[in-house]
């Protein structure tokens, strides 16, 4: 059965151009999604499809669940898995999309370009022996991280919708089939250069490189040399992204090659989740047995995983190999230093700091260092960090350590111009004061998925999304999890 396209009258607001579909053949196979049994709508995302210019009436019911199901095609979509390789736990692969379909890029109406895929939509001549599909449980869970992802304002991908199949898959056990609709502003990963690097013609690889630069890098064709300028323009967003991950607890849990985009939106939400007490070598992962995707190992990881990409481009680099791996090597060297000083004042702000001091990095560290010891709650710790003074609610703020150290950061927070209150305010910009807490987020799936229930994850959702406000209603998804959900693990979930 293959989906039929919506004619062109209906107001659905979709506005299709299909630019990926006309790069070189080997970066893509045309396909359709497989249409599904009774697709149904599970949620829908009015705010982001009213802010990227699409009709939320129309979509938000039955006409929607047909296009989210991959039953209805867009008009002027033209889908297609995209190919891409990529290193999985440090091994490289041929991956591709095996049960993804990008339906083509909408423009909103400012011009701004959307990848829309559907994740779970069938299978793709990348399958290799997957079913193509996803189960319900995982696509909700992608939907509520990364919408709780940008409403803290850390790039992401974003979630239109999820729609029921009414179709089993098989897992485990069977369970309920879904699709997730994914909104990004492209898909253009690391292992997408890799796999242009490895499978492809020199001038395939150009073309792949001439297109993420003018859709993501345009002012980067300037430099002398824009290959290396889009190396060191990945580079950048990567740093700044990882350093926001760090500054709120969050992991990643698969950072493989094919899971990092070049456009420095998070993607690929697994088995990722946000730390509750501080433990730099917290992994959630239940197949990182290694903890090579531990918190701490996320910075070196990104840097790995850029020297993979700076590897890809070599030949584009320059026509003298030694000058090529020179200049890679230069720029890969200097990530380090780029993600420590996104890191710095990520957390400077986060302590209520305008200005520089040397001895910062050490202040920092030695509250971490109390955090780790104490097994303090990482959000709870940071957010209350202002009221620690007067409020000792906290058994870690009652500490004699704590106190020492909470007498030097007052004497820090004296030694700038700026007020308490201006401090007070940077911090509470910088310190969320709600997260999708692993216990909340699975006690919402749960539901979901046993009972058909959806309102715990849409009363989660309403809490997730104006996560730096103190809302007195939203007190319980405040509270760091009862001792006994430990320690928590997620699975791969797919
Ligand atoms: P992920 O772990 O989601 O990053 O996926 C890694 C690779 O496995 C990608 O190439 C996916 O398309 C593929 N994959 C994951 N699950 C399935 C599935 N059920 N059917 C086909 N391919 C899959
Ligand atoms: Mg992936």
């Known amino acids: 059965m293959q989906p039929h396209t919506a004619s062109q009258s209906t107001t659905t607001g979709w506005n299709f151009d299909n630019s990926y579909a006309r790069l070189p053949q080997p970066f893509y196979s045309i396909q359709n999604p497989t249409p599904v049994k009774t697709p149904g709508m599970a949620i829908f995302n009015r705010a982001f499809a009213q802010s990227i210019g699409l009709d939320t009436d129309t979509l938000a019911g039955p006409e929607g669940a047909l296009f989210f199901g991959g039953n209805q095609l867009p008009p002027g979509a033209a889908p297609i898995a995209q190919a891409y390789a990529g290193h999985q736990f440090g091994h490289f692969t041929m991956l591709g999309d095996g049960r993804a379909i990008l339906l083509g890029e909408h423009l909103a109406p400012d011009?701004?370009?959307?990848?829309?895929?559907?994740?779970?939509?069938?299978?793709?001549?990348?399958?290799?022996?997957?079913?193509g599909r996803a189960a319900?449980?995982?696509?909700?869970?992608?939907?509520?991280?990364?919408?709780?992802?940008?409403?803290?304002?850390?790039?992401?991908?974003r979630s239109l919708a999820v729609v029921t199949t009414g179709e089993p898959v098989f897992r485990d056990t069977p369970l309920p089939g879904a699709i997730l609709t994914r909104v990004a502003s492209s898909h253009i990963r690391v292992g997408t250069f890799e796999f242009a690097a490895n499978f492809s013609k020199p001038e395939?690889?150009?073309?792949?490189?001439?297109?993420?630069?003018?859709?993501?890098?345009?002012?980067?064709?300037?430099?002398?040399?824009?290959?290396?300028?889009?190396?060191?323009?990945?580079m950048t967003r990567q740093a700044s992204l990882v350093a926001k991950w760090q500054c709120v607890g969050f992991i990643h849990g698969v950072m493989n090659t094919d899971n990092m985009a070049l456009s420095g939106?998070?993607?690929?939400?697994?088995?990722?989740?946000?730390?509750?007490?501080?433990?730099?070598?917290?992994?959630?992962?239940?197949?990182?047995?290694?903890?090579?995707?531990?918190?701490s190992n996320q910075p070196p990881i990104a840097q790995w995983n850029l020297a993979r990409f700076a590897e890809a481009?070599?030949?584009?680099?320059?026509?003298?190999?030694?000058t090529a791996i020179h200049l890679a090597q230069e720029a890969i060297s200097e990530f380090p230093a780029l993600f420590q000083g996104y890191w710095l004042s990520g957390m400077r702000a986060k302590l209520g700091l305008f200005n520089e001091e040397a001895e910062d990095i050490t202040l920092i560290q030695d509250l971490l260092t109390l955090m780790h010891q104490q097994q303090a709650d990482f959000t709870r710790t940071f957010r209350r960090l202002?009221?620690?003074?007067?409020?000792?609610?906290?058994?870690?703020?009652?500490?004699?350590?704590?106190?020492?150290?909470?007498?030097?950061?007052?004497?820090r927070l004296n030694r700038q111009p700026e007020s308490f209150h201006e401090s007070e305010a940077f911090m509470r910009a910088h310190n969320p004061s709600v997260i999708p807490r692993n216990y909340r987020v699975e006690e919402a799936l749960e539901a979901a998925v046993t009972q058909g229930n959806l309102k715990v994850m849409e009363m989660l959702l309403e809490a997730l999304k104006d996560p730096y406000a103190d809302i007195p209603a939203h007190e319980e998804y405040r509270l760091p999890p009862p001792p006994s959900e430990y320690p928590y693990q997620t699975f791969c979930g797919t």
């Open 204 to 234: 395939e690889l150009r073309a792949l490189a001439d297109y993420t630069l003018a859709r993501h890098y345009p002012e980067a064709r300037q430099a002398d040399n824009p290959y290396l300028e889009l190396l060191r323009s990945v």
């Open 386 to 411: 202002l009221s620690s003074g007067t409020l000792a609610q906290e058994p870690f703020f009652a500490d004699a350590a704590f106190t020492d150290w909470h007498a030097q950061w007052q004497a």
């Open 313 to 322: 481009l070599l030949p584009l680099l320059d026509p003298d190999p030694e």
């Open 265 to 295: 939106e998070t993607i690929d939400y697994g088995p990722c989740a946000f730390m509750d007490h501080y433990d730099p070598a917290t992994v959630f992962s239940s197949i990182d047995r290694q903890g090579r995707y531990a918190y």
């Open 111 to 131: 011009g701004t370009r959307f990848d829309i895929q559907l994740k779970g939509s069938g299978q793709t001549p990348f399958s290799r022996r997957g079913d």
């Open 136 to 157: 319900l449980g995982p696509m909700l869970r992608e939907y509520i991280i990364s919408e709780a992802m940008a409403a803290l304002g850390i790039p992401t991908t």
